[in-house]
Every structure is written in structure tokens, then in C-alpha cells.
């Protein structure tokens, strides 16, 4: 398939965070921009946007950007949100998921190849464990939408091929350099474009005793959990102050 006006909506998963690049707005790469340049090649007058922005539950993301991506004319749209809502204490998932339907019908009617996801598995083990049946409860309602509306479906949460914990950032939240390029692989697959992205693999995380098990999380929990904890008494977000790294389509160097 090929595309020329891709725009990519979502939260910090399709902003870029855990994938460094100082050169790039926000200093941020990601599996968004890996997917642009894939399509880009040998297509005269490619263009990409990304809306996304760090922190946004989904809510957000549609009163915020999915009028300025409609706007653009996109044929391509990727969304991912959701992710944030279901961390919360409370959430209503069946709220979310209606809304979510709504603006996936309102993109899917203007002819532009439309893209989800499902959210990771957490896992039976961990600090996000005991919110698994919820993140399992949303995805199915995001496997809903994409049956009603026939969209394309990246579904992180079957992915049991990838190691979760090699392809992880350090904060345990978002993926890594590594995983934000094998996500890229995906993406494309599931679109059925030829791209030059193999598959590689990630080095396994080294196996620690438990006293250095013990050390990790705590560290873990200082630099990382605490702050997000502080964030959500707060009211505050880790994008308040984040713009859209490329607000407009542009040519992809």
C-alpha cells in the first residue's frame, strides 16, 4: 500500500518517549517517525504529521487533535490513547470506549486508512498487575471498534514474541529505543508495506540477585513512580508545558 499523508495521533507511546534524538522536535524519534521514514521512501510528496503529546488521556487526544487531523486530510491516521485512563484509580471503560468509537467513525468517513491499538499485557506479576483485567476489558472494546469499522489492528497485547522486559525503557512505562523500532516493523507489516526494517534482537536484561532486584526498585520507585504519583495528586501532566513535535505535514528528510 502507499500512502501520502500520514498524521499520527496519541500520547507518549506515539510521541516517542524511551527513543531519544536530540536532533528531532521534542529530542524525541520514536516508532511513529521510524514508520514516516519507511513510507517516505520513493514516494514523491510524502508527508507526515504527529500530534501526539506525552501525558494526554484519551479524552484529550480527541477533543485536542483529532480536529486538526481531520483538517489535514490525512489518508493514513494511527491512534493509540488509552493508556493513561486505565492507570487511573477510577475509569469508566465503557465511556471511553464509546467516545473512542465516535471518532474512529468520523475518520474512517473520510476515506483515510485508519490504524489502533491495543494496550501491553501488563502481565500476572508487577506493579500495573492488579489493573491487567482492566487494560484486558479496554482492549477488547478497542478490538470492537476495529471489527465495526474495519480498521487495522496492531495488538500489542497477543504480542508474546516480544520480551516485554528487554524492549522496555527504564521507567517501565514506555518502550525503548529497541522496541520503538520493532513496533515500527510491526506497523508497517500489518499495513502490507515493504519496508528494510529486520527483525532484531534485543539484549536480554542481565538477571539480578534479589538484593539487586531489591536496590533496582527502589531506585525505580524514586526516579520514576513517585514523580507520576505526584503528577496524578497534582493535577498536573508530564506534557502541560509539550507541544506537537510536527503540528503540520512536512516532507520527511
Not at 14 to 40: F, K, Q, Y
Amino acid at each position: 500500500m502507499t500512502f501520502h499523508r500520514y498524521v499520527a495521533l496519541g500520547d507518549s507511546f506515539t510521541e516517542g518517549v524511551g527513543d531519544p534524538d536530540p536532533s528531532r522536535p521534542n529530542g524525541l524519534r520514536g516508532w511513529a517517525d521510524r514508520v514516516a521514514e519507511a513510507l517516505a521512501v520513493d514516494n514523491p510528496g510524502f508527508t507526515y504529521a504527529n500530534l501526539a503529546i506525552r501525558g494526554r488521556k484519551l479524552p484529550a487526544i480527541l477533543s485536542e487533535q483529532l480536529e486538526p487531523a481531520l483538517a489535514l486530510e490525512p489518508d493514513l491516521v494511527t491512534i493509540h490513547g488509552g493508556g493513561n485512563d486505565i492507570l487511573r484509580p477510577r475509569v469508566d471503560v465503557d465511556g471511553l470506549i464509546a467516545s473512542y468509537d465516535d471518532a474512529i467513525a468520523r475518520l474512517v468517513a473520510t476515506g483515510a486508512h485508519v490504524t489502533m491499538f491495543t494496550v501491553f499485557d501488563p502481565g500476572p506479576t508487577g506493579v500495573f498487575a492488579a489493573m491487567r483485567g482492566r487494560f484486558a476489558l479496554f482492549n477488547e472494546g478497542v478490538r470492537e471498534i476495529v471489527d465495526r469499522h474495519d480498521v487495522t489492528l496492531v495488538d500489542m497485547w497477543r504480542m508474546r514474541d516480544a520480551d516485554i522486559a528487554a524492549i522496555m525503557d527504564t521507567d517501565r512505562m514506555h518502550l525503548n529505543a529497541y522496541g520503538h523500532r520493532d513496533l515500527a516493523r510491526r506497523v508497517l507489516d500489518v499495513l502490507g508495506v515493504d519496508h528494510a526494517l529486520e527483525r532484531l534482537d534485543a539484549e536480554p536484561r542481565p538477571l539480578l540477585g534479589r538484593r539487586d532486584q531489591t536496590v533496582q526498585n527502589l531506585r525505580w520507585t524514586r526516579e520514576f513512580l513517585a514523580p507520576w504519583i505526584h503528577r496524578r495528586l497534582t493535577g498536573r501532566s508530564s506534557g502541560d508545558t509539550v507541544s506537537p513535535k510536527r503540528p503540520t505535514l512536512a516532507p520527511v528528510d
